[in-house]
């Protein structure tokens, strides 16, 4: 299962690092399989990467998720 991200800057100010995006509420036998990594709680995250966010831009990234049984991914 994938599943595609936005990120919009909808601030006056641009950012200049990147933003890491928290796959909180997973259920039991659903992991984030692109993870960057994991918090000190065991909550995955990803890092979406770029040089410059301006106003108004976004950045995208697709989220990849597996499964060990038939969990409904949602």
Same mark, same amino acid.
């Given at each position: *299962?994938? &599943? !595609? ?7 006056? &100010? #641009? /950012?200049?690092? %990147? @933003?890491? @995006? $928290? =796959?909180?509420?997973?259920? =039991? #036998? @659903? $992991? ?5 990594? $994991? /918090?000190?709680?065991?909550? %995955?995250?990803? @890092?979406?990467?770029? #040089? =410059? ?7 995208? &990234? +697709? *989220?990849? *998720? +597996?499964? !060990?049984? $038939? &969990?409904?991914?949602?």
């Amino acid at each position: *299962f994938t &599943q !595609t991200v936005t990120v919009k800057n909808n601030g006056a &100010q #641009g /950012w200049n690092a %990147p @933003v890491a @995006v $928290t =796959a909180a509420a997973l259920p =039991a #036998g @659903v $992991t984030l399989a692109n993870a960057s990594g $994991t /918090w000190s709680d065991g909550k %995955p995250y990803v @890092v979406m990467t770029y #040089g =410059a966010l301006a106003p108004g831009a976004s950045v995208t &990234q +697709t *989220f990849s *998720f +597996t499964r !060990t049984g $038939t &969990q409904t991914i949602t």
